[in-house]
């Protein structure tokens, strides 16, 4: 299949409603924030839950989450080195092949290594010092953001049994926090550039699976923390360019968005560049 033909950019705008999106582990698991108190949610954590939703659409995906996984293997080494993936001990044996055959079995097999990108280190076991190989994938996002500054609440909870002991006693971890951000409209954006797709071989049809599964971002994602419904994303933005260079920079593709408090939003967008406006499941 042929390399992304056209530069694409996009935008998703979701709610939040008593949810924590991404808790920072740094301050007691609270919802992220900026220093101006803009609810924030990181990239990385927004790719994790892209890999799910590709994941549970029956692509193949390299960074599996421990709770996600398809193959029962124990670590990114061990799906490398697999036989199960379809690609031999050797294909990652720099002994074998070179980066560049390397880098084309990755992307070939595993779709977030063709969108992403991926760093595969070997150890010096393999007498490889050096040689660790980095793919840069096409696909871009930043960080999430919220379109005003999020109220956050926090409560005390209780646990009603203890996890060792005869029960006679309180511990000391009986009391713990939630944190949650009671209503908030968060924007999310992102692009896709074909020079680095023609690298990764990273294709159009690549671009319609991500494109399929961003109105349901965060389905399949609860947890104590983020009940079912919670979390809903209302629209996806979609640029497509007409060329692989595109009309316009990503920057100002994105400024000609401005989302609303409540969730509407209006596009001050450009007559050779229409976008398409999918709504969230």
Known sequence: MSALSHKVDFAIIFSVKHANPNGDPLNGNRPRTDYDGFGEITDVCLKRKIRDRLQTEGHAIFVQSDEKKTDGLPSLKARADSDTVGLGKDAFNPKKNSKDQTAALACAKWLDVRAF???????????????????????????????????ITSTQITKSVNGEGDGSKK???????????????????GAMTPQLADKTGFSDGDADSIKAILPKLFEGDASSARPEGSMAVSKVIWWPHNSKAGQYSSAKVHNSLTVNPDGSYELNGFQDLQPEIIDGF
Not at 141 to 148: D, G, P, T, W
Request: a negative charge.
């Open 171 to 189: 511990g000391s971890d009986t009391m713990g926090m939630k944190h949650r951000v009671d209503s908030a409209v968060y924007v999310a954006y």
């Open 117 to 151: 990108g991926q760093v595969f280190a070997f150890g010096k076991e393999a007498d490889a010092a050096g040689v660790s190989i980095a793919i840069r994938g096409p696909v871009t996002i930043q960080s999430a953001f919220s379109v005003e500054p999020v109220s």
